[in-house]
């Protein structure tokens, strides 16, 4: 049976046999977007490396030998701040154009769109998951020991997931009306890259800017990683608590929002 035929069944079925269906169509779409994005690709899972890498060799660069900053293991700290903001900001871009690029599938009867924001953040997630490896390898280079807290890491990835789809249901939903999102979000994502301290210490912005750090989400989860992989230490729970409350907030919005577009969905494509 092929993946679209999964899609039209008419008769009710149980709910573990629905939770069980769109596991599995969940994982197929994963399996079909993994293989469509290195089709005929020599290098493979490795382009999930090579962008973070040259990125990592232009901040050791200038920040190392041009402009010096007093940032110890630097490679390790720009390293892991760029893959946990390359998944969040890959995630959202295509994520946001997700539903106009999946037209085939959107015009299938009773296919389940929501699924395919999560589909798009999965992928996301594999490919973090890909590179802790190279980010473990750049840790011991450093001199740097994982701590017992390395098993909190987890928590965070669900966190960041979580909300990650929140906004992408968001996005994607206002994405099919108004197709200036996810160009508009482009300019939008790159000035919050340099409004979250990937390359430079957040120690070194001056006090009375830290409260626009603070409405940074992302700003308190690359500190947690940071915590739990280069420092050894607890992260700040009581910040990531305020962004799961935040997120709890967020997703059925999003949700609902989606929910509410999706009956025009095929019409507007």
Do not use: C
């Not at 999930?48 to 390790?76: E, G, H, K, R, W």
């Not at 154009?97 to 959107?106: E, P, Q």
């Not at 947690?224 to 280069?230: D, K, P, T, V």
């Amino acid at each position: 049976m092929s993946l679209l035929s999964k899609t039209s069944h008419k008769t009710p079925k149980p709910f573990r046999w629905q939770l069980t269906y769109l596991y599995d169509l969940l994982r197929e779409l994963v399996l079909r977007d993994m293989k469509l994005l290195y089709k005929r690709s020599i290098l493979g899972i490795g382009w999930t490396l090579i962008n973070p890498l040259l990125q990592l060799a232009v901040f050791a660069f200038v920040f190392q030998a041009i402009v010096p900053v007093n940032i110890p293991d630097y490679a390790s700290y720009v390293f892991s701040g760029l893959l946990v903001w390359n998944w969040f900001q890959n995630s959202l871009f295509q994520a946001t154009g997700v539903i106009v690029n999946s037209r085939s599938l959107i015009r299938q009867p009773r296919f389940p769109v929501a699924i395919l924001p999560i589909v798009i953040v999965t992928t996301g997630l594999i490919h973090f998951v890909l590179a802790l490896p190279v980010l473990i390898l750049f840790l011991l280079i450093d001199g740097i020991k994982l701590q017992p807290v390395i098993f909190f890491l987890p928590i965070l990835q669900l966190l960041q997931f979580i909300l990650t789809v929140s906004f992408s249901y968001f996005l994607a939903a206002l994405n099919v009306t108004f197709r200036d999102t996810q160009h508009t979000l482009g300019v939008l994502v790159q000035l919050f890259f340099y409004l979250t301290p990937i390359f430079y210490d957040l120690n070194s912005i001056p006090k009375e800017y830290w409260y626009i750090y603070g409405l940074n989400p992302m700003v308190h989860i690359v500190t947690a990683y940071r915590a739990i992989l280069l420092w050894g230490i607890q992260p700040d729970w009581l910040a990531l608590f305020i962004i799961a409350m935040i997120t709890a907030l967020v997703l059925p919005f999003g949700y609902y929002i989606f929910k509410q577009q999706s009956h025009r969905f095929v019409e507007e494509l």
